[in-house]
């Protein structure tokens, strides 16, 4: 639910008509930037703030029918299908200019695994649903026979495979403060309940914390270079991974819309 903060610096970037070259989507990011890319301003800010208040989309009656807590044949199906109540322009998106990859982690291995958006087929969004499959809290989604979790497991902060990519100038948009310290204490009780099925993604779970603090003082000193701008909100307004507050979630999406103006002047610098 946090992901409301980076939509609503997208939806800054998509009135200001500021593009990207590239962008490189983890967890709800790649869904934020599916969006974005097909040029859809507000849609991000429906599906967090609007549709998540609905039992179809979240809650202990998805768990019970379809073991996760998160419904993502909803989110990413009935909700974004063509024909359904608010479908992702996928021609738009295919036709952008920006290159996007979408991070999920193969289960078994525990390794990160780059999508393209070209790996994402009309009404097909199983790439999307895989990027932002939480572990324990939800399913592993299979693709080409093989299950996937999300993204964060495999790259928390992706800043090395954007310089990668070939980017000048590089925008980070975190969900927590970015001074934050994660530990490892939520992520151990997860990892325990994936553990004896998938062991390696297991592992990777239990280290997500120290990686992303890691990826985090990586991306500050680039910053200090110039190359690399932080974009993080001073706080998350009580909003957490979970909590679908609607008054919560307006005000952090609010923030996000204001915070995306320091991306103008780093851009023409």
């Known amino acids: 639910m946090r992901g409301i903060y980076a939509a609503g610096v997208l939806d800054f970037c998509l009135d200001a008509g500021i593009r990207f070259d590239a962008g490189i989507g983890i967890s709800a990011g790649s869904a934020n930037l599916a969006s974005f890319a097909a040029g859809q301003a507000r849609r991000n800010r429906r599906f967090f703030e609007t549709y998540s208040q ?3 989309y979240m809650g202990w009656r998805s768990w019970r029918k379809k073991g996760s807590f998160l419904d993502l044949d909803y989110i990413y199906g009935t909700l974004s299908a063509a024909g359904g109540e608010d479908p992702l322009n996928y021609a738009a998106l295919l036709n952008s200019p920006m290159e996007l990859l979408m991070i ?4 078994r291995s525990g390794k ?3 999508f393209p958006k070209e790996a994402l087929r009309q009404d097909d969004y199983r790439v999307l649903k895989a990027s932002c499959a939480i572990p324990f809290v939800c399913r592993p989604q299979w693709i080409e026979g093989q299950p996937y979790y999300d993204g964060a497991l495999g ?3 992706p800043v090395e495979k954007a310089f990668e990519l070939g980017c000048g100038k590089v925008v980070l948009l975190l969900t927590l403060p970015a001074d934050t310290v994660r530990t490892a204490k939520k992520d151990r009780l997860l990892a325990a309940g994936i553990r004896k099925e998938y062991p390696l993604a297991a592992k990777r779970l239990e280290h997500r914390a120290g990686q992303y603090n890691r990826g985090v003082a990586m991306a500050k000193r680039y910053a200090e270079q110039g190359k690399l701008l932080i974009i993080a909100p001073d706080d998350t307004c009580g909003v957490t ?14 923030k996000g819309y204001r915070d995306g103006r320091k991306i103008v002047p780093f851009l023409s610098s």
């Open 155 to 157: 790259d928390t902060i």
């Open 54 to 56: 609905r039992r179809e």
């Open 112 to 114: 990160p695994r780059y």
């Open 104 to 107: 999920a982690t193969e289960a």
């Open 241 to 254: 991974t979970l909590k679908r507050d609607p008054a919560c979630m307006a005000r952090l999406y609010e």
